[in-house]
């Protein structure tokens, strides 16, 4: 069992920067690939990142590629996502998710445990 837990999230201007961290339980963590996702009103449940379970690679979605940075610390437990130059369409709830498998990431239908999600507001 794995139980996760995000925070960091909050209102910033368009622009600007906030940092997710996902705070894990669980003895098999480390062995879990981890994602992050998002979903929006009225939207779908859509894919953002992934890390590897070694951190060795790393996902995104084209939406985000070369503003949004995922990371992990398994020492400590914790998946962090860096996310830079934020615009309005950023604005969603966001999960952290974790996955024994170890490939198609994008698909939320791999993931086995899910935190309660942290909500992300960007201001135009």
């Known amino acids: 069992q794995v139980r996760l837990v995000e925070s960091g999230g909050g209102l910033v201007q368009a622009g600007g920067s906030l940092r997710l961290s996902c705070a894990t339980s669980?003895?098999?963590?480390?062995?879990?690939?981890m994602g992050w996702f998002r979903q929006a009103p009225g939207k779908e449940r859509e894919f953002v990142a992934a890390i590897s379970w070694s951190g060795g690679n790393t996902y995104y979605a084209n939406s985000v590629k070369g503003r949004f940075t995922i990371s992990r610390d398994n020492a400590k437990n914790t998946v962090h996502l860096q996310m830079n130059s934020l615009k309005p369409e950023d604005t969603a709830l966001y999960y952290c998710?974790?996955?024994?498998?170890?490939?198609?990431?994008?698909?939320?239908?791999?993931?086995?445990?899910w935190g309660q999600g942290t909500q992300v507001t960007v201001s135009s």
């Open positions: 669980g003895r098999t963590y480390r062995y879990y690939a």
């Open positions: 998710a974790a996955t024994s498998r170890n490939y198609a990431y994008e698909d939320r239908r791999i993931y086995d445990f």
